[in-house]
């Protein structure tokens, strides 16, 4: 069965040992059916990956991770997931299947929601992601499509898709350079800008999902891409008090915190914003903030009626006299501001459909200076530096301690305490290992790294410089501080000299995904010089 086929089942068929049952859904990566467990006889939601993205090893590894990571969360309100791996050429995920509905499908057939509902729901989904907060995981795709509520128990939520990695060729989600990872109606503007990505994200894209539950509607509508993108680095949504009926004020002022482009900024957990929620609906008043953030710090007026089509339809009730009156007027004050922001969005779509080549970094030759690295070549970026303090450094083999074994991680804790851009390559040779099989790798994988707290993902096999190889991707865990991370790509090469090659590229953990482009580049270049 070729691997379009492989997508699309029919009731019998059976993979990975799940027989299908029926088709749920499909989404731009995947195809969700109704299947069986024939070892354990239960029922199972089975997602299946796109095989384009199965053939791609990083991918496949950092699914499998995460995947794994997801399932390790152990929370009421965490979709359970009870397998992952790749059968036949196809990624797949098993997991709990729900009986009920999405909150998508929900707010399309009943318009806005009443708040009273949204209190309980929105209390559980708050719940689900502090919890994955505090294990480390970041959702980065929270919106409605992926909000369940369940028939049994009656209205029980759960949250799920976490972890997936996205990529697409199209803005309508993703970026192609895979670092904007989330949907365009709920994604925070350091999403957008490739910036550090923090828990913050997640209670930004949590505000907007809110706000639309509160009003039937995402909190920024736009007619293209870039214009939506634009809309979440510098508008504000329309305020709901006076068009949505039963809406105070002090809502208007949570969801703003919650929302605030600075993720600094910003309400400081899930559970914080429904708290503040709760108690704006139940005085009508404006709860105090937990952060320092202010109306005044606003970067940019509420957009206007006219700036928000569809919102004058029958779910929201007409704004009075002085408010049109005042819409009108703000209306004029803002047409240069308006035709400056058209300027502005036609730049920034150039920007993320082009990318001009002077944005990127400098990369320069570099081989191996002694003779335990004169094997190996590679393009690294031009301020990498043989240096042991961390700070943007080309490692080799001296440098090896320093960042791969325990010691007491001195220089790796300080430079990631202290911000510094922790990234680079090593490299070794060993005498010939058995490279067999995924088993032999993580045996030997398990004695290089002993000495060190881990999150490993399987191995998978690769090629290295048109040399057969296996691929790992993982985490370094601080023993003394387990917030302090540093992420792993380690590639085990078999060389034609008999001996093994170990190469491998790190990065402080939450700058993984911004310089994922930067890291492929140097790993597509490795050139093993010994034949």
């Not at 993720?263 to 105090?288: D, H, M, N, W, Y």
């Not at 569809?310 to 240069?336: F, H, K």
């Amino acid at each position: 069965m070729d691997p379009r086929g492989q997508m699309m089942l029919s009731p019998g068929d059976v993979l990975a040992g799940y027989e299908i049952e029926g088709y749920i859904a499909r989404g731009g990566m995947a195809v969700v059916y109704r299947a069986r467990d024939l070892s354990l006889g239960r029922r199972v939601a089975l997602k299946l990956i796109a095989p384009e993205l199965a053939t791609n090893d990083k991918f496949r590894q950092r699914f499998i991770r995460e995947s794994e990571l997801a399932a390790s969360i152990d929370h009421p309100n965490v979709m359970p997931i009870y397998a992952a791996g790749e059968a036949e050429g196809v990624l797949y995920i098993a997991m709990r299947f729900v009986d009920g509905q999405d909150l998508g499908r929900l707010i399309a057939a009943d318009g806005r929601l009443d708040p009273a509902d949204v209190l309980p729901m929105f209390t559980q989904v708050a719940a689900a992601l502090d919890t994955a907060h505090a294990h480390g995981l970041i959702h980065r795709d929270v919106k409605p499509g992926n909000i369940l509520i369940a028939n049994q128990p009656e209205n029980h939520v759960y949250l799920t898709d976490f972890g997936l990695t996205k990529r697409s060729t199209s803005l309508s989600g993703f970026t192609t350079a895979g670092h904007f990872i989330g949907t365009i109606s709920y994604v925070a503007p350091e999403q957008i800008a490739a910036q550090e990505v923090s828990h913050a994200a997640d209670v930004y894209a949590m505000g907007c999902v809110l706000y639309e539950a509160l009003s039937g509607r995402p909190p920024f509508q736009r007619d293209d891409d870039a214009a939506m993108l634009w809309a979440h680095m510098s508008a504000e949504p329309l305020p709901l008090a006076g068009y949505v009926p039963g809406i105070p004020a002090a809502v208007d002022e949570v969801i703003a915190r919650a929302m605030t482009k600075d993720p600094q900024q910003r309400t400081q957990s899930c559970r914080a914003v429904i708290a503040e929620l709760r108690e704006a609906f139940r005085t009508g008043e404006i709860p105090p903030p937990q952060t320092g953030f202010s109306m005044s710090q606003r970067r940019a007026p509420a957009d206007s009626m006219d700036d928000q089509p569809g919102l004058d339809e029958p779910i929201l009730t007409p704004p009075a006299p002085a408010v049109l009156a005042r819409t009108t007027n703000s209306r004029n004050r803002r047409t240069p501001w308006i035709v400056a922001a058209v300027a502005v969005i036609a730049l920034l779509a150039t920007a993320f459909f082009a990318l001009p080549r002077w944005l990127e970094p400098e990369f320069v030759s570099y081989q191996g200076e002694d003779e335990a690295t004169s094997w190996l070549a590679f393009d690294r970026p031009a301020d990498w530096k043989a240096h042991p303090n961390l700070r943007k450094t080309c490692f080799c083999t001296n440098q090896y301690s320093a960042v791969l074994e325990t010691g007491d991680w001195t220089n790796v804790i300080a430079a990631i305490r202290n911000g510094t851009s922790v990234e680079g390559l090593y490299a070794q040779q060993t005498t010939r290992m058995d490279l067999s099989d995924a088993t032999a790798v993580s045996q030997h994988l398990e004695t290089f790294l002993a000495k060190n707290k881990k999150e490993l993902g399987t191995p998978v096999p690769t090629t290295v410089d048109d040399h057969a190889a296996w691929a790992v991707e993982g985490t370094l865990i601080a023993s003394k501080d387990p917030t302090l991370r540093l992420s792993i790509r380690y590639l085990m090469v078999r060389a034609a000299s008999g001996e093994t090659d170990h190469i491998v590229l790190f990065t402080r953990d939450q700058d993984a995904e911004k310089l994922s482009d930067r890291l492929d580049r140097v790993q597509e270049s490795i050139r093993l010089l010994e034949d």
